[in-house]
């Protein structure tokens, strides 16, 4: 396995396991922004390593535009969430 596909592989892992957290925190608590948090952080972890590939773009300036706004709608969630809490 080459090491940037490891890093893809740690990334999307690291990424998935702080939205479980995210969520099971929401089923107890049920304190709403943990969903704006969960979602944050799931669009900052697909955005650039699942959407672009996904998506089959072949332009590789539409391909990095996609993966950046899912990337920053993340962070504007992760705001949100902190700015409710």
């Given amino acids: ?7 893809v592989l740690i990334h999307i892992v690291l990424g998935l396991v702080l939205v479980y ?5 929401y089923k107890r608590s ?8 969960a979602v944050g952080f799931t669009l900052i972890t ?6 672009g590939d996904s998506l089959g773009l072949s332009d590789e300036k539409i391909k990095d535009m996609v993966e950046e ?5 993340g962070f504007v969630l992760v ?7």
Avoid at 21 to 25: N, T
Avoid at 30 to 37: A, G, K, N, T, W
Avoid at 46 to 51: S, V, Y
């Fill in 79 to 85: 705001i949100i969430a902190v700015l409710k809490s």
């Fill in 46 to 51: 697909i955005g650039d390593t699942i959407i």
């Fill in 21 to 25: 957290f995210a969520i099971r925190a």
């Fill in 1 to 7: 396995m080459e090491v940037l596909n490891l890093i």
């Fill in 30 to 37: 049920r304190y709403v922004p943990m969903i704006f948090l």
């Fill in 69 to 73: 706004i899912a990337e920053i709608c």
